[in-house]
């Protein structure tokens, strides 16, 4: 975290066009065009068949075939059967409807075959503007960065979230507001990522909220769509730290709800960087019109009813040594060193989301 405003950095901004509005899911086929593509692969993550026969029929002799074989954190099963199934079909665009899980798996096949990826998000966990994959076998979760990866084309049409139950909207638009707070403090921090990380966690926070008060509210989705656009631009190019190597070990070694883990986790993260970090978190305060960052966090997760603790998902306190363990090891050094005990204290109060403590 850099403590000067001359400190020296690099940054580098990525590709990618995105098509933005109510009722742009019409764009998919042209855009499919303009990819140069003739045999789109639909990975269906959404699970709305009317829906997905529609796209179909957009897409018509386009379209190449559908997989509906979706799973959260991308279980490596799933990922040689999918590249098969590209290649078979001769596939040459992947076309991911749905959440991080769709994506996820799209990004999986990129990964290995290549193939250029367009995505159409419905939730806002934000994985479609990085070139960030991730696949779990054993029960571990690793993770990397490849340009192949990072979807060519984003699709963000808000009308395919009203159908999003307040529960996932809120538990993956608290996973954008945790790239947007770690991006402030990564080392691949710099002025751009900071200005688009504010602005996201400002539209989440009042998108989030109208949209979980009033699910068919199409001004907060839209709200809220853009702030999970640039939670994911912040991520892609800030990156993460310890508070999603905390969250990748409590999903991928103990398989809990990536998303709603976010929301438990993070107020505890940005709680621990208090000294090391102070300008990220009056940024974070400041962006959610909060005069202490981690009180701000803690009031828009109660908000959103994202109140549980980490015991509430089936967590138990035999297994906070190796989670503690695991993401310790992960961890960066920036904002700053954290020990095992570090994270093993984040993670006792996170067990309870911090009931009985301070704001609690
Ligand atoms: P998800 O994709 O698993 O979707 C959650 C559930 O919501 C699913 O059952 C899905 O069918 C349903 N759903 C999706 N859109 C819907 C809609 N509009 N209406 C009704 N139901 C809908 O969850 P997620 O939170 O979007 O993604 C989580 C995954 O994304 C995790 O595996 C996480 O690791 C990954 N992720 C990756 C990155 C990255 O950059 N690589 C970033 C963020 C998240």
Known sequence: MPTSLATRLSYEALPGRVVFGAGALTQVTPEVELLGAERALL????????????????????????IGDVAQHVPAALTGGACE????????????????????????VALE???????VPTTYAGSEMTPIWGITSEARKTTGRDLRVLPRTVV??????????PLATAASGMN?????????????????????????ITLLAAGLRGSVLEPRDLEARGTALRGAWLGG???????????????????????????????????????????????????????????????????????LGLDAGLADFGL?????????????????????????????????????????????
Request: include cysteine; hydrophobic fraction near 45%; aromatic fraction near 2%.
């Open 113 to 119: 075959t290549g193939i250029p990826i367009l995505a």
């Open 176 to 200: 954008a507001v945790a790239h947007c707070v770690e991006a402030m403090w990564t080392a691949a921090a710099n002025p751009v990522t900071d200005a688009v990380a504010a602005e996201g």
């Open 233 to 303: 631009t912040a991520l892609a190019v800030g990156g993460t730290g310890l508070h999603h190597k905390i969250c990748h070990v409590l999903g991928g070694t103990f398989n809990l709800p990536h998303a709603e883990v976010h929301a438990i986790v993070l107020p505890w993260v940005v709680d621990h960087y208090r000294e090391a970090a102070p300008t990220a978190l009056a940024r974070v305060a400041r962006a959610l019109d909060a005069d202490d960052a981690v009180v701000g966090l803690r009031e828009l997760g109660r908000d």
């Open 156 to 165: 963000y049409d808000p009308e395919l979230t009203l159908s999003l139950p």
């Open 43 to 66: 990975i269906d993550g959404l699970f709305d068949a009317g829906l997905v026969d529609r796209l179909e029929r957009q897409l018509g002799e386009r379209h190449a075939g559908t």
């Open 316 to 360: 138990r306190p035999a297994d906070l040594e190796l989670a503690a363990d695991l993401a310790a090891a992960a961890a960066p050094d920036v904002p700053a060193p954290v020990t095992r005990d570090d994270v093993l204290g984040i993670l006792e109060t996170a067990m309870s989301n911090g009931k009985g403590v301070g704001n609690g």
């Open 85 to 108: 199934r590209a290649r078979e079909l001769g596939a040459d665009c992947l076309l991911a409807l749905g959440g991080g899980s769709a994506t996820g798996l799209a990004k999986a």
